[in-house]
């Protein structure tokens, strides 16, 4: 079971997440590409960083290529042959971009999914890739990883309230809330549950944010007009 409903975030969003990732453990040089003609870079830098490990610095470039399954960690999904499938096409786009004189083949490839994958998934993946890009550095991040990078950097799951209204939000209503009060509340509780895919952050909830880290608490209220 993934921690984070990252299958909600559809393939645009989950583009903006890893790129908002990336920055905050790996630097502010790393670019936000992900735009028609980006030559596969949903996320580049030819700078120097301290990735993958934080304690040593290598030489870039380095590319990052994002690819968003859909319904990935549904109930009974069967990812494996969606990913192997655009796994391919990913890399029959870089034996085309390798024919361009702008080709500049990376030192270190990361391919990102939100997909869980299997151990010798992984390890496929893995050597199509290094097959593909020979002598290049191939990380692999999967759904977990996305998970465990969230899980160290609360910023950026605050810059996506998809995320932390969809994560455990029937735990954290039985935390807050008695039996009584939770069945009193049964409606507004459901049309929240159908806003959340929909919610998009407002002034009023990043303010919300700063009384919460100020205060530890924070009223909520509706006028009604």
Same mark, same amino acid.
């Given at each position: 079971?993934?921690?984070?409903?990252?299958?909600? +975030?559809? $393939?645009?969003?989950?583009?903006?997440?890893?790129?908002?990732?990336?920055?905050? =453990?790996?630097?502010?040089?790393?670019?936000?590409?992900?735009?028609?003609?980006?030559?596969?870079?949903?996320?580049?830098?030819?700078?120097?960083?301290?990735?993958?490990?934080?304690?040593?610095?290598?030489?870039?470039?380095?590319?990052?290529?994002?690819?968003?399954? &859909?319904?990935?960690? $549904?109930?009974? $999904?069967?990812?494996?042959?969606?990913? +192997?499938?655009?796994?391919?096409?990913?890399?029959?786009?870089?034996?085309?971009?390798?024919?361009?004189?702008?080709?500049?083949?990376?030192?270190?490839?990361?391919?990102?999914?939100?997909? +869980?994958?299997?151990?010798?998934?992984?390890? =496929?993946?893995?050597?199509?890739?290094?097959?593909?890009?020979?002598?290049?550095?191939?990380?692999?991040?999967?759904?977990?990883?996305?998970?465990?990078?969230?899980?160290? $950097?609360?910023?950026?799951?605050?810059?996506?309230?998809? +995320?932390?209204?969809?994560?455990?939000?029937?735990?954290?209503?039985?935390?807050?809330?008695?039996? &009584?009060?939770? &069945?009193?509340?049964?409606?507004?509780?459901?049309?929240?549950?159908?806003?959340?895919?929909?919610?998009?952050?407002?002034?009023?909830? &990043?303010?919300?944010?700063?009384?919460?880290?100020?205060?530890?608490?924070?009223?909520?209220?509706?006028?009604?007009?």
């Amino acid at each position: 079971m993934i921690r984070y409903r990252l299958d909600d +975030l559809g $393939a645009y969003q989950f583009e903006k997440l890893v790129q908002s990732v990336l920055k905050v =453990k790996s630097g502010l040089s790393v670019e936000s590409w992900g735009n028609r003609g980006d030559f596969g870079r949903d996320a580049y830098t030819r700078n120097s960083l301290r990735y993958p490990n934080a304690d040593t610095q290598h030489t870039g470039p380095f590319l990052f290529q994002v690819k968003f399954i &859909e319904g990935a960690n $549904a109930a009974g $999904a069967q990812p494996d042959a969606l990913l +192997l499938s655009s796994v391919s096409k990913e890399i029959v786009q870089i034996e085309r971009r390798k024919a361009s004189p702008s080709w500049n083949a990376p030192k270190w490839f990361t391919f990102i999914t939100n997909s +869980l994958i299997k151990a010798k998934i992984r390890e =496929k993946i893995h050597g199509l890739f290094l097959s593909a890009i020979p002598g290049a550095e191939i990380v692999i991040w999967n759904g977990d990883d996305i998970c465990d990078v969230l899980d160290q $950097a609360p910023t950026v799951s605050r810059s996506f309230p998809q +995320l932390l209204s969809i994560r455990d939000l029937d735990h954290l209503i039985r935390c807050a809330l008695s039996k &009584e009060s939770i &069945e009193r509340s049964s409606a507004a509780i459901d049309t929240a549950k159908e806003l959340v895919p929909i919610f998009a952050p407002t002034a009023n909830y &990043e303010r919300a944010w700063r009384v919460l880290r100020k205060h530890h608490f924070a009223v909520l209220g509706r006028i009604y007009i």
